[in-house]
């Protein structure tokens, strides 16, 4: 893994977000906290390794695993829909095919949406019409 200023792909080991300000022999300085945290924690990480160059504190990098929306196959991603953060309990269906981020609501499907989630499988159910 390389580490690079403006680095958005990366995390801690804990999943806590990081951001890279600086790189410079053969270390990356930058910034981390975790989802409860009001601050940003300086650190130093080993800029090809991504370990942290402290002994006594385990921070890794890693690189982040992609967003669901970041890679929507051709054939889309069957999903809960909904356009006011309060009311996903009446949430509909739609088949999202694209993701605008820079939009207000980013998910394109039939129509445009604020907020989606993939549907799990669990929640899914087969429907067995009357046969012929």
Partial sequence: MKIEVGATNLETDAGCEARIL??????????????QEEHWIPHAWDSETGESVYSNMSCNLRE??????ENIPPEGVLCWVWDIAECRIN????LIKDYMPTFSCPFVGVRVWRYATPIKPSECWGYKGEGK
Wanted: aromatic share 16%; net charge negative; proline share 4%.
């Fill in 22 to 35: 600086m790189v410079e022999e053969g270390r990356a300085y930058g910034v981390w906290r975790g989802s």
């Fill in 64 to 69: 982040k695993a992609p967003e669901w929306y």
């Fill in 91 to 94: 949430a509909a269906t739609d």
